[in-house]
């Protein structure tokens, strides 16, 4: 009988071996589909990864090509505010020369004469304009009141 209690206990010890090895392979079974699961998910991470580190690489090419496009524009417009900055500067020292030319006439005691009234004040030039004494109570206008005058009228 000795030998019938060790073979049932020896069965028993085998059968909770066996049970704890059955128990073990469905929990290994349960983490290897975990596993394979977040394997497929990492491969879709991978991917759109992928994916967007070429629509980046894509947009940073047309950032490239509008930022050139755009330093070329402003190239051109700086270049032209260099040559109205010129032009302007010219005006303005020309402005300066007949507002002095204007300013001694006028402390002179000349006046501007009206321009005919059948020519269009603004076709006739500076020459064509007249320097005459000032008269006493019928003074004539001077090419700023002329002026102020003619934008006043909407002309």
Do not use: C
Not at 51 to 57: F, H, L, P
Not at 58 to 69: A, C, D, P, T, V
């Amino acid at each position: 009988m000795d030998m019938d209690g060790f073979q049932i206990g020896l069965e028993v010890f085998l059968s909770v071996l066996l049970t704890v090895s059955i128990i073990y392979s469905m929990y290994l079974g349960h983490s290897l589909a975990v596993l394979r699961r977040d394997r497929n998910t990492l491969n879709d991470l991978i991917v759109s990864l992928q994916d967007s580190s070429r629509q980046a690489e894509s947009g940073i090419e047309k950032l490239h090509r509008s930022g050139e496009s755009v330093g070329r524009n402003l190239g051109k417009l700086t270049d032209q505010a260099r040559v109205l900055r010129t032009e302007l500067a010219m005006v303005t020292e020309r402005a300066e020369a007949v507002s002095e030319k204007l300013d001694k006439a006028v402390r002179a005691g000349k006046t501007l004469a009206e321009p005919p009234q059948a020519v269009d004040a603004d076709t006739l030039s500076r020459t064509e304009y007249e320097w005459q004494p000032a008269q006493g109570k019928g003074r004539q206008r001077t090419l700023a009141e002329l002026d102020l005058i003619r934008a006043l009228r909407g002309n």
